[in-house]
């Protein structure tokens, strides 16, 4: 089969067109998240961060096991939440806003990672945000002391 000079065309310009969407996908951070499978927050909150250009995989644990995961991995008992998501080395426990999860990746700081305890009314995947309670979002320090990495206020 003979290859003319304009379908050689026609696909190196289909290619082009491409690239920048598969350098896209291929630069998302991807995110594991261990959850309760009749939990339909976590769903939620797993649907938003691939919403906001996250790879999500998700893993069914419940009970005790899930638990240990988050104790085993230095989340402190008092910031545990219903889910917990790993992501570059770091643990982000419950419902832990995106921009929140971009800005740890980007600074990097010394830490196990980022916690929303409870479940607050209107963090992502806890109801509408325009009808949020006000939350911190904490930064779990390696020896196990927590700091507030961001409050949102209630709307």
Not at 22 to 51: E, M, T, Y
Not at 89 to 109: F, S, T
Not at 112 to 140: C, H, K, N, T
Request: aromatic share 6%; glycine share 10%; charged share 25%.
């Amino acid at each position: 089969m003979d290859v003319t000079r304009r379908q050689i065309i026609i696909a190196a310009v289909g290619l082009t067109s491409i690239a920048p969407f598969a350098a896209i996908a291929q630069g998302a951070p991807s995110i594991h998240v261990l959850k309760d499978p009749n939990c339909s927050c976590c769903r939620v909150w797993a649907d938003i961060l691939r919403a906001e250009g996250f790879r999500v995989t998700e893993e069914r644990s419940f009970g005790t096991l899930l638990v240990r995961h988050k104790l085993d991995n230095g989340i402190p008992q008092e910031m545990i939440s219903c889910h917990t998501g790993e992501i570059e080395g770091y643990m982000i426990e419950g419902h832990v806003p995106a921009a929140d999860i971009r800005r740890l990746l980007d600074e990097r700081p010394d830490a196990v990672g980022l916690a929303v305890p409870g479940m607050p009314y209107g963090s992502p995947g806890m109801g509408p945000e325009d009808q949020r309670e006000a939350y911190d979002v904490f930064l779990i320090r390696r020896d196990g002391n927590t700091e507030v990495f961001t409050s949102y206020e209630a709307a």
